[in-house]
């Protein structure tokens, strides 16, 4: 899928499809209202008799509209104007790019909204070509036929400055493709993605974009003590692996850490799930995904910043060589702990991951993580848990979420939580002892690996898998919090 800008007029522009938005509860104003003088009123006339209302992802094809150089016209709506926002603009296109992809097409024109409150049309042009991302790739990556053709082209239309909007059509393709990736990652069956292969990925995306890598394999991972990591691997006839990438633009300027966790497979362990619990583990790695996609971006943007990114891959199973519950582990950061679940092995991989990140420098850490069923019964699906040691670095963090138009929610990281992780016989034990302030205790538990270095955990647990499809994606595999951290980069 190509992005491409345009000014010429809209009629005038040869497409299989043009596509108009709408407002709801407002006259026809801009490209709508051209389009409905070119077509001797006809949108007017569907408003009036009630066909089209403008709601959100209202789709209204026209097939034949022979005033127009396109070859069909599709009308979307966007709800009413002041409730718009990056995030609903994602939708309605999402919701746009669904439909027309089902059938095949190649080239799509588009007129893009005009005053969305508070956006800039940089802004809205980004918003609108992730909406064509999200909804024109698809989950069916191993069905014989896809049931998606995404267009070769999506041509952007903009009433004026065209120019001034190349650096965001560049950046929206960049970061649609860096969301799709991670998309994708979680959407390979585990069979295929485990912590190996997943690392060769890494390689050859770092290559081709030109990131400094390092994949730690099982002796350098001993050699660098990372035993609560190995502990967790231990069960699995896959070997696990670290993807160490960095991007080193921004001189003596500091560092950013980027942490995911990557369970290619979580099966519990010892500790086993019931099938339920277990269908969709292999979404476990989109910590990891998250952070590979954003890697790409931020090197693909050239942005002048420095950012490591920590990648800690592992496969939890079951096994004779499994790690056991009472078995106490000793960390990279000499930290002991008692494993009193196998299922608790997200924290258990970031511990030796983000006092890595530590000891490599970086200044300020994210952590991305599926790491509680607890954080979604607090938040939800689509809205990630934050969690952190420094209100500075949370805000900051927090910002670049809402710029993105991502959902995450600040969680209370009060000293007496601490006391959820007590053990009679380590420093801490691996779960919390409770059924309550789950997502808490994990982040309590991370808190003792990052020092005094300002740190951010998302619990993106709740959205990085959609279990059903909606009308703006597939279900599968999300890609969320790719954009955020790209933002984040950005404004660091
Ligand atoms: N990967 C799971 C968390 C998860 C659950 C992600 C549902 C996505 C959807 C994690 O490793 C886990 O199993 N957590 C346990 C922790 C518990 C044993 C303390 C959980 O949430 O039940
Ligand atoms: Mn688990
Ligand atoms: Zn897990």
């Known amino acids: 899928m190509h992005l491409s800008l345009q000014s010429s007029p809209l009629a005038e522009i040869a497409v299989d499809w043009l596509v108009v938005c709408l407002w709801e509860k407002e006259a026809l104003t801009g490209a709508a209202a051209t389009i409905d003088a070119k077509l001797g009123g006809l949108v007017s006339k569907l408003c009036e008799q009630g066909d089209v209302a403008g709601k959100a992802k209202e789709l209204t094809p026209l097939y034949q509209c022979p005033a127009l150089a396109a070859r069909r016209l599709l009308l979307v709506g966007l709800g009413q104007r002041d409730r718009c926002d990056f995030a609903a603009l994602v939708s309605a296109l999402g919701a746009a790019a669904k439909v027309l992809s089902s059938k095949p097409v190649q080239r799509i024109a588009m007129a893009l909204p005009e005053g969305v409150p508070g956006l800039g049309a940089d802004v809205v042009l980004r918003a609108c070509a992730h909406g064509f991302y999200q909804g024109s790739s698809s989950a069916g990556i191993r069905k014989s036929t896809n049931d998606r053709t995404p267009p070769t082209e999506v041509c952007f239309v903009a009433s004026a400055s065209g120019a001034s909007l190349e650096p965001s059509v560049r950046r929206a393709e960049i970061e649609g493709r860096a969301a799709n990736l991670a998309r994708e ?28 890598v390092k994949i730690l394999d099982e002796p350098a991972l001993h050699a660098e003590r990372m035993n609560s990591l190995l502990a967790v691997a231990c069960g699995s006839e896959r070997p696990p692996r670290l993807v160490v990438l960095q991007h080193r633009k921004g001189g003596a300027k500091p560092t950013l850490g980027l942490i995911g966790k990557g369970v290619t497979f979580d099966s519990g362990g010892l500790s086993l799930k019931t099938t339920d619990q277990m269908v969709d583990m292999k979404c476990d790695m989109a910590g990891a995904a998250a952070v590979l996609g954003a890697m790409q971006a931020i090197a693909e943007l050239a942005l002048p910043v420095n950012v490591l990114g920590v990648m800690a891959l592992v496969e939890n199973m079951p096994s004779g060589k499994a790690m056991k519950l009472g078995d106490v582990l000793r960390a990279r950061n000499g930290k002991t702990i008692e494993v ?15 006092a890595y990140a530590v000891d490599l420098k970086a200044s300020h850490l994210v952590d991305l993580a599926t790491l509680t069923g607890a954080c979604m019964v607090a938040l939800g699906y689509d809205v990630a848990g934050l969690m952190s040691n420094n209100d500075a670095w949370s805000q900051k963090v927090l910002a670049a979420s809402q710029a993105a138009g991502e959902k995450a929610w600040p969680l209370p990281m009060f000293a007496h939580y601490k006391e959820m992780i007590k053990s009679d016989v380590a ?15 994990a982040a309590k538990f991370l808190e003792e690996f990052v020092g005094e270095t300002p740190w951010v955990h998302l619990d993106i647990a709740g959205p990085s898998w959609a279990e059903k499809e909606n009308a703006s994606r597939d279900a599968g595999g999300t890609g969320c919090f790719v954009r955020t951290l790209i933002e984040l980069a950005r404004t660091y």
């Open 340 to 354: 009193l679940n196998t299922d608790a092995e997200g924290r258990l991989i970031l511990a030796d991951a983000l």
């Open 427 to 441: 420093d801490m034990k691996n779960t919390g002892g409770s059924r309550y302030a789950g997502a808490i205790s």
């Open 185 to 212: 990652l979680v959407n390979i069956p585990p069979c295929d993605l485990y912590p190996e292969s997943f690392a060769e990925r890494a390689l050859a995306i770092a290559g081709k974009v030109g990131l400094d």
